[in-house]
């Protein structure tokens, strides 16, 4: 077996594990990985340094496609700072925490234990925040051949600092509501799992947040 083929059979493992435990990765052990996939303990910590690791190179792939899709709207939309457009990026992170339960709760958890202001959430607050920033207006500047290049990267900045405060509630909104899926229904009466609730309770709450 190559070592490109090792290490792809150790983050196949370890995948396999996460979504066994529903994305519960405190359980999952370097020890376990080796043994599921065949491999010695050693060669799967040559390959990567420590189970954090592992786990995110793991579940990146797949919480990079939220990331992509705020790249692809943002091109197809001529201004996507609309209450519309937000409701429509909004519905699309949670259907997708829920299409990937498993590596979206193991993105939780991990977030929960790095806490370096760069997880996934705190990522997905600045897409929301950018993607809400009046587009017009920051083209207009952008283009402005007169304006510095810092001027023009703060002026970026103020623009989206002036939103993301709107883009943390909307994402810890998202979140809290989809680690609480299963007894939502008990609390205000939505089954994220409908998927038509699913986009009432998203478009309610940003219409409200906004």
């Known amino acids: 077996m190559s070592a490109l083929e090792t290490k792809e059979k150790i983050l196949d493992t370890t995948l396999a594990l996460i979504k066994e435990r529903n994305g519960d990765t405190v359980g999952v052990t370097i020890r376990m990985i080796a043994d599921r996939a065949g491999i010695g303990v050693g060669l799967t910590n040559h390959y990567f340094k420590s189970k954090e690791i592992l786990i995110e190179e793991c579940i990146a792939p797949v919480m990079e496609e939220v990331f992509?899709?705020?790249?692809?709207?943002?091109?197809?939309?001529g201004r996507v700072g609309s209450i519309e457009a937000t409701k429509r990026e909004a519905r699309f992170v949670m259907h997708f925490m829920l299409e990937n339960e498993a590596v979206a709760r193991a993105a939780i958890q991990s977030n929960a234990a790095s806490g370096n202001g760069e997880d996934y959430f705190s990522r997905l607050t600045d897409a929301f925040a950018y993607s809400m920033a009046d587009k017009a207006e920051l083209e207009a500047m952008l283009n402005n051949d007169r304006i510095s290049e810092k001027m023009k990267q703060q002026f970026r900045e103020h623009c989206v600092s002036e939103q993301r405060r709107k883009a943390f509630m909307i994402t810890s909104s998202i979140r809290e509501a989809f680690i609480r899926k299963d007894t939502l229904p008990g609390i205000i009466g939505i089954d994220l799992n409908d998927s038509?609730?699913?986009?009432?309770?998203?478009?309610?709450?940003?219409?409200m947040l906004l």
Do not use: A, L, R
């Open 68 to 77: 992509d899709n705020f790249k692809t709207s943002d091109g197809e939309e």
């Open 196 to 207: 038509e609730q699913c986009d009432e309770y998203i478009d309610e709450m940003v219409e």
